[in-house]
Nanobody, 125 residues
Framework: QVQLVESGGGSVQAGGSLRVSCAAS????????MGWFRQAPGKEREGVAV????????YYADSVKGRFTISQDNPKNTMYLQMNSLKPEDTAMYYC??????????????????WGQGTQVTVSS
């Protein structure tokens, strides 16, 4: 089992920056993919950025490329999402997620079997 706990959300004006963190505990050695998803009110949950841990590959949604950066601090089992040049459309609940299986596309929500409780990010215009 893996436990994920997010922190660092908040409110910011458009153009500002925020960093959210995800602390992982439990059997983290089995994690293959770990990253961030988000869900805005009335919308489906979508992939934002995911780290393919074994090969160090980073995947990003087109909507955040060049603005968001995912990183990982292995000794602390912590993952970060640095969000710059934030836009009002980035407003959502941000969830940390992980999966211990291979296969499928990185953004497929249903393939992730571990989820955090979420942290709210609000961007005002």
């Amino acid at each position: 089992q893996v436990q994920l706990v997010e922190s660092g959300g908040g409110s910011v004006q458009a153009g500002g920056s925020l960093r959210v963190s995800c602390a992982a505990s439990g059997y983290t050695n089995g994690i293959k993919y770990m990253g961030w998803f988000r869900q805005a009110p009335g919308k489906e949950r979508e992939g934002v950025a995911v780290f393919y841990t074994i090969y160090g590959i980073r995947y990003y949604a087109d909507s955040v490329k060049g603005r968001f950066t995912i990183s990982q601090d292995n000794p602390k089992n912590t993952m970060y999402l640095q969000m710059n040049s934030l836009k009002p459309e980035d407003t959502a609940m941000y969830y940390c997620a992980a999966k211990d299986t291979y296969g499928g596309s990185w953004y497929e929500v249903y393939r992730y079997n571990y989820w955090g409780q979420g942290t709210q990010v609000t961007v005002s215009s």
